[in-house]
């Protein structure tokens, strides 16, 4: 069974910064990309940044230039690097990981910023 376990969530200030993590028991060979989605209540689950195996990533509009997204393929771990939070940025933040076989989601884990 493929397991996705993400960390680093938790509540901050505008402005404030956090880490997430998010490690695959996926061998690395088999991940064609990996990427961190968000969702707010009431609210759709949307794209926030994604990494493809060749090391090309791609971002929301809404967090160009505040987060970054990288990879440790030793380690079989994706991060997410969120600098600069908003208000709007509150929402739980899924690791989603995909292979040629299927796709993996972690438990997902709370990410709240306070004005």
């Known amino acids: 069974q493929v397991q996705l376990v993400e960390s680093g969530g938790g509540l901050v200030q505008a402005g404030g910064s956090l880490r997430l993590s998010c490690a695959a028991s996926?061998?690395?060979?088999?991940?064609?990309?990996m990427a961190w989605y968000r969702q707010a209540p009431g609210k759709q689950r949307e794209l926030v940044a994604a990494?493809?195996?060749?090391?090309?990533?791609t971002y929301a509009d809404s967090v160009k230039g505040r987060f970054t997204i990288s990879r440790d393929d030793a380690k079989n771990t994706v991060y997410l690097a969120m600098n600069s939070l908003k208000p709007e940025d509150t929402a739980v933040y899924y690791c989603?990981?995909?292979?040629?076989?299927?796709?993996?989601w972690g438990q997902g884990t709370q990410v709240t910023v306070s004005s």
């Open positions: 996926v061998r690395a060979f088999s991940i064609n990309s």
């Open positions: 989603n990981v995909r292979s040629p076989f299927n796709d993996y």
């Open positions: 990494i493809t195996r060749g090391g090309s990533s």
